[in-house]
Protein backbone atom coordinates (compact mmCIF):
# COMPACT_ATOMS: atom_id res chain seq x y z
CA UNK A 1 0.00 0.00 0.00
CA UNK A 2 1.28 3.72 -0.56
CA UNK A 3 4.09 4.54 2.16
CA UNK A 4 4.94 1.55 3.88
CA UNK A 5 7.99 1.69 2.81
CA UNK A 6 9.07 -0.30 -0.26
CA UNK A 7 11.42 2.50 -1.83
CA UNK A 8 13.35 3.31 1.29
CA UNK A 9 13.87 -0.85 1.67
CA UNK A 10 14.93 -0.82 -2.00
CA UNK A 11 17.65 2.39 -1.37
CA UNK A 12 18.95 0.95 1.64
CA UNK A 13 19.51 -2.78 -0.02
CA UNK A 14 20.99 -1.20 -2.52
CA UNK A 15 23.00 1.12 -0.53
CA UNK A 16 24.61 -1.91 1.31
CA UNK A 17 24.87 -4.07 -1.22
CA UNK A 18 27.55 -1.28 -2.60
CA UNK A 19 28.68 -0.94 1.11
CA UNK A 20 32.20 -2.70 1.79
CA UNK A 21 31.06 -3.10 5.27
CA UNK A 22 27.94 -5.54 4.47
CA UNK A 23 29.54 -8.33 2.35
CA UNK A 24 26.10 -10.46 2.88
CA UNK A 25 25.00 -9.60 -0.30
CA UNK A 26 27.57 -8.00 -2.90
CA UNK A 27 26.99 -7.15 -6.73
CA UNK A 28 27.93 -9.70 -9.58
CA UNK A 29 27.44 -7.62 -12.51
CA UNK A 30 28.05 -4.01 -13.54
CA UNK A 31 26.07 -3.68 -15.96
CA UNK A 32 22.47 -2.30 -16.31
CA UNK A 33 20.57 0.92 -15.41
CA UNK A 34 20.99 1.77 -11.88
CA UNK A 35 19.98 5.75 -12.03
CA UNK A 36 16.82 4.64 -10.24
CA UNK A 37 18.10 2.85 -7.19
CA UNK A 38 21.13 4.80 -7.18
CA UNK A 39 18.91 7.76 -6.12
CA UNK A 40 16.65 5.97 -4.08
CA UNK A 41 20.47 5.01 -1.98
CA UNK A 42 21.65 8.60 -2.04
CA UNK A 43 18.41 9.92 -0.54
CA UNK A 44 18.30 7.31 2.10
CA UNK A 45 22.27 8.14 2.75
CA UNK A 46 21.01 11.92 3.20
CA UNK A 47 17.91 11.05 5.84
CA UNK A 48 16.29 12.27 3.76
CA UNK A 49 12.41 11.48 2.62
CA UNK A 50 12.76 9.26 -0.13
CA UNK A 51 10.67 10.20 -3.55
CA UNK A 52 7.08 8.43 -3.36
CA UNK A 53 6.18 6.08 -5.91
CA UNK A 54 3.90 6.93 -8.33
CA UNK A 55 2.38 4.87 -11.22
CA UNK A 56 4.16 7.37 -13.59
CA UNK A 57 7.68 6.98 -11.49
CA UNK A 58 8.05 3.24 -10.10
CA UNK A 59 11.19 1.76 -11.34
CA UNK A 60 12.77 -1.24 -10.68
CA UNK A 61 16.27 -2.71 -9.84
CA UNK A 62 17.07 -5.42 -12.26
CA UNK A 63 20.81 -7.02 -11.25
CA UNK A 64 22.85 -10.29 -10.19
CA UNK A 65 23.63 -10.37 -6.79
CA UNK A 66 25.84 -12.86 -4.54
CA UNK A 67 24.28 -13.52 -1.88
CA UNK A 68 27.19 -14.80 0.84
CA UNK A 69 25.03 -17.48 2.27
CA UNK A 70 23.18 -19.19 -0.81
CA UNK A 71 24.93 -18.31 -3.94
CA UNK A 72 23.91 -16.04 -7.60
CA UNK A 73 20.78 -15.02 -8.14
CA UNK A 74 19.20 -13.07 -11.03
CA UNK A 75 17.36 -9.85 -9.45
CA UNK A 76 13.90 -7.99 -11.16
CA UNK A 77 12.72 -6.81 -8.12
CA UNK A 78 10.17 -3.58 -9.48
CA UNK A 79 9.06 -1.08 -6.75
CA UNK A 80 5.58 -0.94 -7.42
CA UNK A 81 3.68 1.94 -6.58
CA UNK A 82 1.13 1.55 -3.82
CA UNK A 83 -1.33 3.34 -5.78
CA UNK A 84 -1.56 0.37 -7.96
CA UNK A 85 -2.65 -1.63 -5.11
CA UNK A 86 -5.18 0.86 -3.79
CA UNK A 87 -6.36 1.24 -7.30
CA UNK A 88 -7.01 -2.55 -7.13
CA UNK A 89 -8.58 -2.42 -3.78
CA UNK A 90 -10.67 0.28 -3.96
CA UNK A 91 -11.66 0.72 -7.79
CA UNK A 92 -11.33 -2.87 -8.39
CA UNK A 93 -9.29 -2.40 -11.24
CA UNK A 94 -5.92 -4.37 -12.48
CA UNK A 95 -3.12 -1.52 -13.07
CA UNK A 96 -1.72 -3.53 -16.21
CA UNK A 97 2.51 -3.88 -14.85
CA UNK A 98 1.20 -4.69 -11.50
CA UNK A 99 -0.67 -7.15 -13.16
CA UNK A 100 2.23 -8.30 -15.33
CA UNK A 101 4.58 -8.35 -12.15
CA UNK A 102 2.39 -11.02 -9.68
CA UNK A 103 1.67 -13.11 -12.48
CA UNK A 104 5.66 -13.62 -13.18
CA UNK A 105 6.93 -12.99 -9.71
CA UNK A 106 8.99 -16.19 -7.94
CA UNK A 107 8.62 -14.68 -4.70
CA UNK A 108 6.95 -12.08 -3.03
CA UNK A 109 7.89 -8.96 -0.32
CA UNK A 110 4.93 -7.28 1.09
CA UNK A 111 5.43 -4.27 2.97
CA UNK A 112 3.46 -3.10 6.13
CA UNK A 113 4.26 0.66 8.17
CA UNK A 114 2.99 -0.06 11.66
CA UNK A 115 1.59 3.84 12.28
CA UNK A 116 -0.44 3.75 8.63
CA UNK A 117 -2.79 -0.44 10.22
CA UNK A 118 -6.52 -0.01 10.35
CA UNK A 119 -6.49 -2.22 13.28
CA UNK A 120 -10.11 -4.31 13.16
CA UNK A 121 -12.09 -2.35 15.68
CA UNK A 122 -14.44 -4.58 18.24
CA UNK A 123 -18.37 -4.36 17.64
CA UNK A 124 -20.38 -3.15 20.48
CA UNK A 125 -23.55 -4.31 21.75
CA UNK A 126 -24.85 -1.28 20.65
CA UNK A 127 -25.03 -2.44 17.48
CA UNK A 128 -27.87 -4.14 17.43
CA UNK A 129 -30.42 -3.04 14.97
CA UNK A 130 -32.57 -0.57 16.65
CA UNK A 131 -36.33 -1.77 17.34
CA UNK A 132 -39.55 0.76 17.37
CA UNK A 133 -42.16 0.40 20.16
CA UNK A 134 -44.11 -1.98 18.20
CA UNK A 135 -40.89 -4.07 17.92
CA UNK A 136 -40.19 -3.24 14.16
CA UNK A 137 -36.46 -2.92 13.08
CA UNK A 138 -35.69 0.87 12.82
CA UNK A 139 -33.51 1.58 10.04
CA UNK A 140 -30.66 3.92 11.18
CA UNK A 141 -30.65 7.16 9.88
CA UNK A 142 -27.75 8.90 11.64
CA UNK A 143 -24.65 6.61 10.74
CA UNK A 144 -21.20 7.29 9.42
CA UNK A 145 -20.97 6.69 5.47
CA UNK A 146 -18.58 3.72 5.26
CA UNK A 147 -15.40 4.86 3.51
CA UNK A 148 -13.41 1.65 2.01
CA UNK A 149 -10.35 3.88 2.49
CA UNK A 150 -11.19 4.89 6.17
CA UNK A 151 -13.00 2.21 7.20
CA UNK A 152 -11.63 -0.60 6.23
CA UNK A 153 -9.43 -2.70 8.54
CA UNK A 154 -5.60 -2.87 6.90
CA UNK A 155 -6.09 -6.72 7.36
CA UNK A 156 -9.21 -6.83 5.35
CA UNK A 157 -7.62 -4.90 2.59
CA UNK A 158 -4.64 -6.98 2.22
CA UNK A 159 -6.51 -10.35 2.15
CA UNK A 160 -8.45 -8.67 -0.75
CA UNK A 161 -5.43 -7.68 -2.34
CA UNK A 162 -4.39 -11.49 -2.29
CA UNK A 163 -7.22 -12.90 -3.52
CA UNK A 164 -6.96 -11.24 -6.87
CA UNK A 165 -2.71 -12.03 -6.77
CA UNK A 166 -3.73 -15.42 -6.40
CA UNK A 167 -6.16 -15.35 -9.10
CA UNK A 168 -3.67 -14.06 -11.23
CA UNK A 169 -1.61 -16.35 -11.16
CA UNK A 170 -3.79 -19.58 -9.90
CA UNK A 171 -1.19 -21.63 -11.75
CA UNK A 172 1.64 -20.53 -10.45
CA UNK A 173 1.10 -20.97 -7.02
CA UNK A 174 2.31 -21.35 -4.01
CA UNK A 175 4.75 -18.77 -3.35
CA UNK A 176 7.00 -17.82 -0.63
CA UNK A 177 6.03 -14.75 0.68
CA UNK A 178 8.34 -12.66 3.16
CA UNK A 179 6.40 -9.91 5.37
CA UNK A 180 8.18 -6.54 5.98
CA UNK A 181 7.08 -4.67 8.70
CA UNK A 182 9.04 -1.05 7.86
CA UNK A 183 9.79 1.58 10.28
CA UNK A 184 10.46 -0.74 12.92
CA UNK A 185 12.18 1.68 15.62
CA UNK A 186 8.57 3.03 15.67
CA UNK A 187 6.71 0.41 17.01
CA UNK A 188 5.68 0.27 20.84
CA UNK A 189 6.65 -2.15 23.43
CA UNK A 190 8.91 -5.06 22.85
CA UNK A 191 7.57 -7.15 20.65
CA UNK A 192 9.00 -9.75 17.88
CA UNK A 193 7.34 -9.26 14.17
CA UNK A 194 5.47 -12.29 14.49
CA UNK A 195 3.90 -10.71 17.99
CA UNK A 196 3.06 -7.63 15.66
CA UNK A 197 2.01 -8.91 12.96
CA UNK A 198 -0.24 -11.56 14.92
CA UNK A 199 -1.92 -8.44 17.00
CA UNK A 200 -2.38 -5.82 14.05
CA UNK A 201 -3.25 -7.61 11.26
CA UNK A 202 -4.16 -10.84 12.57
CA UNK A 203 -6.50 -11.97 9.76
CA UNK A 204 -3.84 -11.08 6.93
CA UNK A 205 -1.61 -13.51 9.04
CA UNK A 206 -4.59 -16.69 9.37
CA UNK A 207 -4.71 -16.20 5.60
CA UNK A 208 -1.12 -16.44 4.61
CA UNK A 209 -0.68 -19.17 7.28
CA UNK A 210 -3.93 -21.08 5.87
CA UNK A 211 -3.94 -20.17 2.67
CA UNK A 212 -2.95 -23.04 -0.12
CA UNK A 213 -1.48 -20.35 -2.48
CA UNK A 214 1.44 -19.88 0.22
CA UNK A 215 4.71 -22.03 0.50
CA UNK A 216 6.28 -20.17 3.21
CA UNK A 217 5.92 -16.98 5.32
CA UNK A 218 8.81 -14.85 6.74
CA UNK A 219 7.88 -12.10 9.44
CA UNK A 220 10.67 -9.23 9.23
CA UNK A 221 10.94 -6.02 11.47
CA UNK A 222 13.10 -3.55 9.31
CA UNK A 223 14.36 0.07 10.08
CA UNK A 224 15.62 1.06 6.77
CA UNK A 225 16.38 4.11 8.11
CA UNK A 226 17.41 3.50 11.17
CA UNK A 227 15.28 6.32 13.27
CA UNK A 228 12.67 9.11 12.36
CA UNK A 229 13.59 11.86 9.43
CA UNK A 230 11.79 14.09 11.83
CA UNK A 231 15.43 13.90 14.09
CA UNK A 232 17.45 13.88 10.94
CA UNK A 233 20.74 15.10 12.81
CA UNK A 234 20.10 12.71 15.65
CA UNK A 235 19.80 9.97 12.76
CA UNK A 236 23.08 10.80 11.35
CA UNK A 237 25.02 11.26 14.08
CA UNK A 238 24.58 7.51 14.08
CA UNK A 239 26.82 6.67 11.41
CA UNK A 240 26.41 5.87 7.71
CA UNK A 241 23.34 4.06 6.22
CA UNK A 242 24.96 0.78 7.49
CA UNK A 243 25.35 1.78 10.70
CA UNK A 244 22.25 3.14 11.83
CA UNK A 245 19.90 0.93 9.85
CA UNK A 246 19.07 -2.78 11.14
CA UNK A 247 16.30 -5.72 11.06
CA UNK A 248 15.52 -8.57 13.07
CA UNK A 249 13.76 -11.87 12.54
CA UNK A 250 10.39 -13.18 13.04
CA UNK A 251 11.40 -13.90 16.57
CA UNK A 252 13.41 -10.99 17.48
CA UNK A 253 16.77 -12.00 16.40
CA UNK A 254 19.38 -9.84 14.79
CA UNK A 255 19.54 -10.36 10.82
CA UNK A 256 20.89 -8.40 8.09
CA UNK A 257 18.52 -5.77 6.60
CA UNK A 258 19.68 -7.55 3.25
CA UNK A 259 17.75 -11.08 4.78
CA UNK A 260 14.00 -10.75 3.86
CA UNK A 261 15.09 -10.52 0.03
CA UNK A 262 17.21 -13.42 0.74
CA UNK A 263 15.05 -15.32 2.24
CA UNK A 264 12.55 -14.18 -0.17
CA UNK A 265 14.56 -15.67 -3.09
CA UNK A 266 15.78 -19.17 -0.72
CA UNK A 267 13.65 -19.31 2.27
CA UNK A 268 14.47 -20.86 5.58
CA UNK B 1 -39.99 -34.23 2.06
CA UNK B 2 -36.74 -33.85 0.70
CA UNK B 3 -35.33 -34.04 -3.15
CA UNK B 4 -32.70 -35.82 -4.26
CA UNK B 5 -29.54 -33.93 -4.38
CA UNK B 6 -28.80 -32.56 -8.06
CA UNK B 7 -26.16 -33.81 -10.22
CA UNK B 8 -25.37 -30.16 -12.06
CA UNK B 9 -22.68 -28.48 -10.01
CA UNK B 10 -23.77 -24.90 -11.16
CA UNK B 11 -27.57 -25.60 -10.27
CA UNK B 12 -28.21 -22.73 -7.73
CA UNK B 13 -25.97 -20.43 -9.78
CA UNK B 14 -28.51 -21.76 -12.72
CA UNK B 15 -31.62 -20.77 -10.69
CA UNK B 16 -30.37 -17.26 -9.69
CA UNK B 17 -29.36 -16.37 -13.60
CA UNK B 18 -33.12 -18.25 -14.21
CA UNK B 19 -34.32 -15.62 -11.75
CA UNK B 20 -33.19 -12.93 -13.49
CA UNK B 21 -29.98 -11.92 -11.32
CA UNK B 22 -27.48 -10.70 -13.16
CA UNK B 23 -24.18 -12.43 -13.69
CA UNK B 24 -22.03 -8.51 -13.81
CA UNK B 25 -18.66 -9.72 -14.24
CA UNK B 26 -16.64 -10.00 -17.37
CA UNK B 27 -16.55 -13.28 -19.71
CA UNK B 28 -13.28 -13.61 -19.75
CA UNK B 29 -12.28 -14.61 -16.65
CA UNK B 30 -9.04 -13.49 -17.15
CA UNK B 31 -9.88 -9.43 -16.62
CA UNK B 32 -11.77 -10.93 -13.63
CA UNK B 33 -11.18 -8.61 -10.77
CA UNK B 34 -12.44 -9.59 -7.38
CA UNK B 35 -15.38 -7.32 -5.90
CA UNK B 36 -14.58 -7.51 -3.11
CA UNK B 37 -17.92 -6.46 -1.99
CA UNK B 38 -19.62 -9.52 -3.01
CA UNK B 39 -19.36 -12.44 -5.60
CA UNK B 40 -21.00 -12.06 -8.67
CA UNK B 41 -22.49 -15.22 -9.70
CA UNK B 42 -19.84 -15.54 -12.75
CA UNK B 43 -17.14 -16.11 -9.92
CA UNK B 44 -19.60 -17.72 -7.59
CA UNK B 45 -19.38 -20.35 -10.72
CA UNK B 46 -16.15 -20.41 -11.27
CA UNK B 47 -15.50 -21.01 -7.29
CA UNK B 48 -17.99 -23.40 -7.07
CA UNK B 49 -16.08 -25.03 -10.39
CA UNK B 50 -13.18 -25.00 -8.85
CA UNK B 51 -13.24 -25.26 -5.28
CA UNK B 52 -16.25 -26.59 -4.52
CA UNK B 53 -18.18 -23.93 -2.55
CA UNK B 54 -21.02 -24.68 0.15
CA UNK B 55 -23.69 -22.44 0.12
CA UNK B 56 -25.13 -21.25 3.17
CA UNK B 57 -28.92 -19.22 3.13
CA UNK B 58 -29.18 -17.19 6.32
CA UNK B 59 -33.02 -17.18 7.14
CA UNK B 60 -34.97 -14.32 9.46
CA UNK B 61 -36.62 -11.03 8.99
CA UNK B 62 -35.25 -7.59 9.13
CA UNK B 63 -33.65 -6.65 12.67
CA UNK B 64 -33.27 -10.46 13.67
CA UNK B 65 -29.54 -10.05 13.11
CA UNK B 66 -28.62 -12.16 10.02
CA UNK B 67 -25.73 -9.00 9.33
CA UNK B 68 -25.04 -8.81 12.41
CA UNK B 69 -24.15 -12.61 12.82
CA UNK B 70 -22.28 -12.84 9.81
CA UNK B 71 -20.27 -9.26 10.31
CA UNK B 72 -19.55 -11.21 14.25
CA UNK B 73 -18.45 -14.54 12.63
CA UNK B 74 -16.16 -12.41 10.26
CA UNK B 75 -14.77 -10.14 13.25
CA UNK B 76 -13.96 -13.23 15.36
CA UNK B 77 -12.54 -15.21 12.34
CA UNK B 78 -9.95 -12.53 11.82
CA UNK B 79 -8.35 -13.68 14.99
CA UNK B 80 -4.98 -15.58 14.55
CA UNK B 81 -6.27 -18.36 15.89
CA UNK B 82 -9.90 -18.47 15.03
CA UNK B 83 -13.13 -20.44 16.11
CA UNK B 84 -12.68 -23.61 17.55
CA UNK B 85 -9.56 -24.44 15.62
CA UNK B 86 -11.24 -23.32 12.25
CA UNK B 87 -8.81 -20.42 10.60
CA UNK B 88 -9.22 -17.97 8.35
CA UNK B 89 -8.03 -18.64 5.06
CA UNK B 90 -9.16 -16.22 2.78
CA UNK B 91 -12.24 -14.04 1.45
CA UNK B 92 -13.14 -12.93 -1.59
CA UNK B 93 -15.50 -10.33 -0.21
CA UNK B 94 -13.83 -8.48 2.26
CA UNK B 95 -15.07 -5.35 1.71
CA UNK B 96 -18.72 -6.77 1.66
CA UNK B 97 -17.85 -8.53 5.44
CA UNK B 98 -16.19 -4.93 6.47
CA UNK B 99 -19.11 -2.58 5.32
CA UNK B 100 -21.42 -5.34 7.57
CA UNK B 101 -19.08 -5.04 10.21
CA UNK B 102 -18.82 -1.21 10.32
CA UNK B 103 -22.11 0.19 11.38
CA UNK B 104 -21.18 -2.29 14.72
CA UNK B 105 -17.87 -0.83 15.08
CA UNK B 106 -17.22 1.39 18.58
CA UNK B 107 -14.53 3.24 16.52
CA UNK B 108 -17.19 4.35 13.85
CA UNK B 109 -17.35 6.75 16.30
CA UNK B 110 -21.21 6.68 16.86
CA UNK B 111 -22.99 7.06 19.88
CA UNK B 112 -25.72 4.89 18.08
CA UNK B 113 -23.64 2.47 15.69
CA UNK B 114 -25.91 -0.08 14.11
CA UNK B 115 -26.14 -2.19 11.45
CA UNK B 116 -27.89 -1.28 8.36
CA UNK B 117 -30.61 -3.40 7.71
CA UNK B 118 -29.66 -5.35 4.23
CA UNK B 119 -31.82 -4.04 1.29
CA UNK B 120 -33.47 -6.33 -1.31
CA UNK B 121 -31.28 -4.87 -3.70
CA UNK B 122 -27.72 -4.68 -1.96
CA UNK B 123 -25.02 -7.46 -3.46
CA UNK B 124 -25.77 -10.54 -0.98
CA UNK B 125 -23.17 -13.65 -2.07
CA UNK B 126 -20.32 -13.21 0.76
CA UNK B 127 -17.22 -15.47 0.64
CA UNK B 128 -15.18 -16.84 3.52
CA UNK B 129 -12.70 -19.47 2.99
CA UNK B 130 -12.36 -21.33 6.21
CA UNK B 131 -9.28 -23.95 7.19
CA UNK B 132 -10.30 -26.72 9.38
CA UNK B 133 -8.48 -28.86 11.63
CA UNK B 134 -8.30 -31.16 9.04
CA UNK B 135 -6.33 -29.17 6.66
CA UNK B 136 -8.70 -28.76 3.49
CA UNK B 137 -10.22 -25.54 3.56
CA UNK B 138 -13.57 -25.08 2.97
CA UNK B 139 -15.48 -22.02 0.77
CA UNK B 140 -18.25 -21.31 2.20
CA UNK B 141 -20.52 -18.26 0.30
CA UNK B 142 -23.26 -17.06 2.23
CA UNK B 143 -26.51 -15.48 1.18
CA UNK B 144 -27.06 -12.44 3.31
CA UNK B 145 -30.81 -11.56 1.68
CA UNK B 146 -32.81 -8.25 2.72
CA UNK B 147 -35.62 -9.28 5.45
CA UNK B 148 -38.70 -8.72 3.20
CA UNK B 149 -38.12 -11.58 1.21
CA UNK B 150 -38.86 -13.80 4.26
CA UNK B 151 -41.43 -11.71 5.56
CA UNK B 152 -43.31 -12.55 2.40
CA UNK B 153 -42.16 -16.36 3.68
CA UNK B 154 -43.64 -16.01 6.59
CA UNK B 155 -46.90 -14.12 4.75
CA UNK B 156 -46.87 -17.83 2.74
CA UNK B 157 -45.95 -16.43 -0.51
CA UNK B 158 -44.49 -19.88 -2.20
CA UNK B 159 -40.82 -20.31 -1.01
CA UNK B 160 -39.08 -21.11 -4.09
CA UNK B 161 -40.94 -18.62 -5.79
CA UNK B 162 -39.42 -15.80 -3.55
CA UNK B 163 -36.20 -18.04 -2.45
CA UNK B 164 -35.15 -20.08 -5.83
CA UNK B 165 -31.33 -21.06 -4.35
CA UNK B 166 -33.40 -22.56 -1.72
CA UNK B 167 -33.52 -25.47 -3.25
CA UNK B 168 -30.02 -25.59 -3.98
CA UNK B 169 -28.35 -24.47 -0.54
CA UNK B 170 -26.30 -26.44 1.55
CA UNK B 171 -26.84 -25.05 4.85
CA UNK B 172 -29.81 -23.39 6.26
CA UNK B 173 -29.22 -20.93 9.44
CA UNK B 174 -32.56 -19.99 10.70
CA UNK B 175 -32.18 -16.92 12.99
CA UNK B 176 -33.73 -16.27 16.23
CA UNK B 177 -33.85 -12.69 17.35
CA UNK B 178 -32.65 -13.27 21.16
CA UNK B 179 -33.33 -9.17 21.78
CA UNK B 180 -37.39 -10.24 20.86
CA UNK B 181 -37.37 -13.25 22.78
CA UNK B 182 -36.06 -10.75 25.93
CA UNK B 183 -38.48 -8.10 25.21
CA UNK B 184 -42.46 -8.70 26.58
CA UNK B 185 -45.13 -9.13 24.05
CA UNK B 186 -42.41 -10.05 21.01
CA UNK B 187 -41.12 -13.80 22.29
CA UNK B 188 -43.63 -15.69 21.13
CA UNK B 189 -43.43 -13.15 17.73
CA UNK B 190 -39.68 -13.82 17.42
CA UNK B 191 -40.14 -17.92 17.89
CA UNK B 192 -42.97 -17.98 15.42
CA UNK B 193 -41.30 -15.91 12.30
CA UNK B 194 -38.96 -18.54 12.75
CA UNK B 195 -41.45 -21.87 13.07
CA UNK B 196 -42.59 -19.98 9.72
CA UNK B 197 -39.74 -20.61 7.97
CA UNK B 198 -38.57 -23.83 8.83
CA UNK B 199 -42.29 -24.55 7.71
CA UNK B 200 -41.74 -22.88 4.84
CA UNK B 201 -38.51 -24.97 4.13
CA UNK B 202 -40.43 -28.33 4.89
CA UNK B 203 -43.41 -27.42 2.87
CA UNK B 204 -41.69 -26.75 0.07
CA UNK B 205 -40.42 -29.84 -0.72
CA UNK B 206 -37.62 -28.52 -2.84
CA UNK B 207 -34.72 -28.81 -0.16
CA UNK B 208 -31.33 -31.30 -0.38
CA UNK B 209 -31.33 -34.14 0.82
CA UNK B 210 -27.89 -33.47 2.07
CA UNK B 211 -28.61 -30.16 3.23
CA UNK B 212 -28.39 -29.46 6.86
CA UNK B 213 -30.50 -26.94 9.27
CA UNK B 214 -28.96 -25.09 12.26
CA UNK B 215 -31.30 -22.68 14.70
CA UNK B 216 -29.27 -19.60 15.59
CA UNK B 217 -30.10 -17.82 18.52
CA UNK B 218 -28.35 -13.83 17.77
CA UNK B 219 -28.19 -10.64 20.26
CA UNK B 220 -27.43 -13.61 22.73
CA UNK B 221 -25.23 -10.85 24.66
CA UNK B 222 -28.63 -9.45 25.61
CA UNK B 223 -30.58 -11.67 26.40
CA UNK B 224 -32.31 -11.30 29.65
CA UNK B 225 -33.80 -14.34 32.17
CA UNK B 226 -36.84 -13.87 30.78
CA UNK B 227 -35.56 -14.57 27.17
CA UNK B 228 -33.69 -17.12 28.09
CA UNK B 229 -36.79 -18.98 29.46
CA UNK B 230 -38.86 -18.40 26.52
CA UNK B 231 -35.18 -19.80 24.27
CA UNK B 232 -35.58 -22.64 26.29
CA UNK B 233 -39.38 -23.11 25.69
CA UNK B 234 -39.26 -22.38 22.12
CA UNK B 235 -36.15 -23.83 20.62
CA UNK B 236 -37.25 -26.81 21.10
CA UNK B 237 -40.30 -27.06 19.09
CA UNK B 238 -38.21 -25.38 16.14
CA UNK B 239 -35.67 -28.28 16.03
CA UNK B 240 -38.21 -30.72 15.99
CA UNK B 241 -39.92 -28.84 13.39
CA UNK B 242 -36.21 -28.38 11.58
CA UNK B 243 -36.17 -32.47 12.13
CA UNK B 244 -38.22 -33.06 9.23
CA UNK B 245 -35.68 -31.67 6.78
CA UNK B 246 -31.94 -32.65 8.70
CA UNK B 247 -32.19 -34.98 11.69
CA UNK B 248 -29.15 -33.88 12.97
CA UNK B 249 -30.05 -30.21 13.34
CA UNK B 250 -28.62 -28.13 15.76
CA UNK B 251 -29.10 -25.08 17.42
CA UNK B 252 -26.08 -22.47 18.48
CA UNK B 253 -26.39 -19.17 20.53
CA UNK B 254 -24.34 -16.41 19.53
CA UNK B 255 -23.47 -12.69 20.26
CA UNK B 256 -21.08 -9.85 19.42
CA UNK B 257 -17.64 -11.46 19.88
CA UNK B 258 -16.58 -8.71 21.78
CA UNK B 259 -19.08 -8.65 24.86
CA UNK B 260 -19.88 -12.15 25.14
CA UNK B 261 -16.84 -14.12 27.08
CA UNK B 262 -17.61 -17.85 25.46
CA UNK B 263 -17.60 -17.43 21.41
CA UNK B 264 -18.67 -21.11 22.00
CA UNK B 265 -21.87 -20.61 19.52
CA UNK B 266 -20.00 -18.82 17.10
CA UNK B 267 -17.16 -21.60 17.23
CA UNK B 268 -20.09 -24.41 17.12
CA UNK B 269 -21.48 -22.30 14.43
CA UNK B 270 -18.35 -22.30 12.27
CA UNK B 271 -17.65 -26.11 12.68
CA UNK B 272 -21.15 -27.32 11.89
CA UNK B 273 -20.72 -24.90 8.85
CA UNK B 274 -17.93 -26.58 7.50
CA UNK B 275 -18.32 -30.19 8.89
CA UNK B 276 -18.92 -32.60 5.91
CA UNK B 277 -22.37 -33.52 4.11
CA UNK B 278 -24.39 -36.13 5.56
CA UNK B 279 -23.51 -39.32 4.47
CA UNK B 280 -27.35 -40.81 3.84
CA UNK B 281 -30.88 -38.94 4.20
CA UNK B 282 -31.34 -39.59 8.24
CA UNK B 283 -35.33 -39.59 8.40
CA UNK B 284 -35.90 -39.84 11.96
CA UNK B 285 -37.96 -43.04 12.71
CA UNK B 286 -41.27 -42.77 14.43
CA UNK B 287 -39.73 -44.06 17.67
CA UNK B 288 -36.99 -41.62 17.85
CA UNK B 289 -39.74 -39.15 17.31
CA UNK B 290 -41.79 -39.97 20.10
CA UNK B 291 -37.76 -40.23 21.92
CA UNK B 292 -37.86 -36.86 20.75
CA UNK B 293 -41.18 -35.71 22.30
CA UNK B 294 -40.24 -36.88 25.82
CA UNK B 295 -36.47 -35.21 25.99
CA UNK B 296 -37.99 -31.95 24.42
CA UNK B 297 -41.21 -31.96 26.84
CA UNK B 298 -43.46 -32.00 24.40
CA UNK B 299 -45.10 -35.42 25.11
CA UNK B 300 -48.71 -35.17 23.92
Known amino acids: ?268 | MNIPDEPGAHSWIDALEQAGVRADAPEDEHDTVISGEAMTLAEARRLRRVRGSRLVLMMGEQGTGKTALLASLWQRMQATDGLAEHRLAGSRTALGFERRAHGGRIASGHLHARFLPTDDDDAFLLHMRVRPPSGDSVDLVFADLGGSVFERVREGRPLLQELPLAAHSDRFVVVVDGEALSTPGESEIAATRAMRQILALRSSGAVRASARVAVALTKADVLTPAGERAFRRHVPHLLFSARGIDAETTSVRTGLPDLVTEPGGLGELVRWLCAGERHEQLVATAAEIEADRANTGLER
Open chain 1, 1 to 268: MPRSGKSTYLGTLWALVQSPLDRSVVEASFSGDRAYVQRLADQVARAQEVERTTLETGGQLSVTLDFEANGTADLLIPDTSGESLRLLFEQRVWYAPLRGICEEATSMVLFIHPEHVRVPQPLSVLGAVARTSDGEAEASTATITFDPREHTSSSAELISVLENVAEAREALWPVRIAVVISAWDTVDGDPTPYEWFETRVPGLLSTIECSPHVEELGVFGVSAQGGALSHRDELLAKGEIYDRVFAIDRDGGTVSVTEPLRWAIWGS
